[in-house]
């Protein structure tokens, strides 16, 4: 079977992408992935949209890496789970966002990802926590007041969401007024990344909230990052 036509987006400087993503094309001279001396470029599948697939845009433009994006693709089929994002790198493929990441950022140094096992550990630590406590909070409430899906119509659901959303917001903010800067520390890491995109979804949704100060602080200090202002507080929930 013939494959169809594939939409394809590639990277650029944050400065750029605003002018070039009205007019649906961009470019990016980068480092490309690979061994030095092999041109790979890397791929990421799905929409530019989708909040997992921003993670690994984010992480591509702090790590300098030039990559190709498409809406689309063949490869979207090597994950079983049908969703996005899905790496190809070379001959290969990869998928769960934070896993991506882990992968990108051990690929190009330890800047994002030192080795040393504890501060390694707990920057792992709160990219599992947004992957299952965070996420897990959220969902009923993102569902029923951002996407307006009217499966999610309980209202006593929505409420329950929403505490628990609030709740895990408060361990957050608690956490960085601990670290007076970022998620696992005084630098930034990986961590901050899906973490990041998170913070940008409870300010981003219509609602009454609790307001937690260290949080509110946080997202202004992401906000000095071009690449948080081009993939996570772009005005996309
Ligand atoms: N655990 C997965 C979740 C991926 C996921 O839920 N992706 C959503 C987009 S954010 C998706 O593919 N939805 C269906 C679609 O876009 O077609 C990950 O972190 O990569």
Known sequence: ?????????????????????????????????????????????????????????????????????????????????????????????????????????????????????????????????????????WRYAFMALVRKDPVFDDVRQIEASKQEWARMVGILDEQLTATGAFVAGADFTLADIPIGLAVNRWFMTSMRRPSFQAVETYYERLSERPAFMAHGRNGIE
Not at 89 to 95: A, P, Q, S, Y
């Open 1 to 137: 079977m013939t494959e169809p036509p594939r939409k394809l987006t590639f990277g650029l400087t944050w400065q750029r992408r605003r002018v070039d993503a009205q007019v649906g094309f961009a470019y990016r001279i980068g480092n490309a992935i690979g061994e030095p001396g092999v041109r790979t470029t890397l791929r990421i599948i799905g929409k530019a949209s989708s909040i997992n697939v921003r993670k690994v845009l984010w992480a591509c433009d702090e790590l300098c890496i030039a990559f190709e994006r498409s809406d689309d693709g063949p490869e979207r089929r090597y994950n079983p789970n049908g969703l996005v994002p899905v790496i190809v790198d070379g001959d290969f493929v990869l998928w769960e966002s934070n896993t991506i990441l882990r992968y990108l950022a051990g690929r190009h140094g330890e800047a994002l990802l030192p080795r040393e096992p504890r501060t390694r550990a707990t920057i792992e630590k709160w990219m599992d926590w947004q992957a299952t406590e965070f996420n897990s909070a």
